[in-house]
């Protein structure tokens, strides 16, 4: 583990460094307040930090403060060393965020305790955020295929419309439902329809720009958010979706299962400032007269496909014709 040493006394800080290296840590070091502050700015992996209260440019009490007025995660733990050891100079040195205090000259025995404990904190902290990571990936994904979900999708959708009204750029939206599924299930169980849903995740995840969102709705129906794309765009993108889940039969423990797949497109410049769920009706219907087309299609939304999303008032991700 990486550890920042900063002490302007010469001696002292060799002293220091010389443990430090014994105990297996990489030492950064530092002569005055303002290089510690530097070091700990620009490295993420100085992890650990032992201050001296006194030093020039700045002290040690204000390396503290600084550090703790800016962003908490990665979290650095900070050992305060100084010649003062009066209860309200130890008082003053852990308001200004030092996690732990010793009087110099410190012993070695008690230094190295006190950085194992720094470490354990440390340990504890990192585990906490990778829980709350995880909460936060399972709140906005799809369980099974992996894929952005609905609540996820809607909130994209949201600032993606209102980055788009005040920049004047496109922003397209695909609904896509996959063909006939329900005959999957019935036929080869629901652990192939699984198979099927995670595969065709992956394939609409290669078929878009590294900025687009893929996510499913519900069911087999899935919804890709298209910033800055225009309707001729979001045609080919469809289009190029609608071919490479087709081109490949998908293979399942059941066996190769040939899948297709109806889209419909709707784009922000068809209409003047849409609200998200007019687009999501708009590219829904579409999706509809491509179902009732013959399936396997990508259609552009029409003017009727605006008009019935406003009329019908469609939820998003209502049954599509299977």
């Known amino acids: 583990m990486k550890i920042l040493l900063a002490d302007d006394e010469p001696i002292a800080r060799t002293l220091l460094e010389h443990w ?17 502050w530097n070091a700990l700015k620009s490295d993420s992996e100085l992890r650990l930090a032992i201050v001296d209260w006194v030093m020039p440019k700045m002290d040690g009490t ?3 403060r600084a550090l703790r007025k ?4 990665p979290y650095v733990y900070v050992v305060l060393l100084t010649a003062r050891d009066r209860k309200d100079d130890i008082v003053r040195g852990l308001d200004a965020g030092a996690d732990d205090y010793l009087v110099k000259p410190c012993n ?10 720094g470490r354990r904190v440390i340990e504890l902290q990192e585990q906490l955020v990778r829980a709350r990571e995880a909460l936060r990936f399972e709140a906005m994904h799809d369980a099974l295929t992996g894929l952005l979900n609905r609540r996820a999708l809607l909130s994209l959708l949201d600032n993606e419309r209102s980055r788009a009204n005040r920049t004047g750029n496109a922003l397209s939206v695909i609904m896509g439902d996959l063909d006939r599924f329900k005959n999957i299930n019935d036929s080869h169980g629901h652990a192939t329809g699984d198979a099927v849903l995670r595969e065709a995740a992956k394939r609409m995840k290669s078929s878009v720009r590294a900025y687009d969102s893929v996510g499913r709705i519900g069911g087999e129906e899935f919804m890709l958010i298209l910033p800055d794309c225009p309707s001729r765009i979001g045609m080919i993108i469809a289009e190029r979706l609608r071919e490479l889940l087709s081109a490949t039969p998908i293979d399942t423990p059941a066996g190769p299962v040939p899948v297709t797949t109806s889209l419909g497109v709707a784009s922000s410049e068809q209409a003047n400032h849409p609200a998200s769920d007019e687009l999501i009706r708009a590219a829904d219907s579409a999706l509809y007269r491509a179902k009732h087309a013959g399936r396997n299609r990508a259609l552009l939304a029409n003017a009727s496909d605006w008009e019935a999303g406003r009329a019908a008032a469609i939820p998003a991700g209502a049954p599509s014709v299977v």
């Open 108 to 117: 070695p025995l008690e230094l190295e305790v006190r950085l194992r404990a």
């Open 70 to 73: 800016g962003s908490q995660e």
């Open 20 to 36: 430090l290296t014994g105990w297996g840590y990489q030492v950064t070091v530092a002569r005055d307040g303002e290089a510690a």
């Open 62 to 64: 204000d390396v503290c």
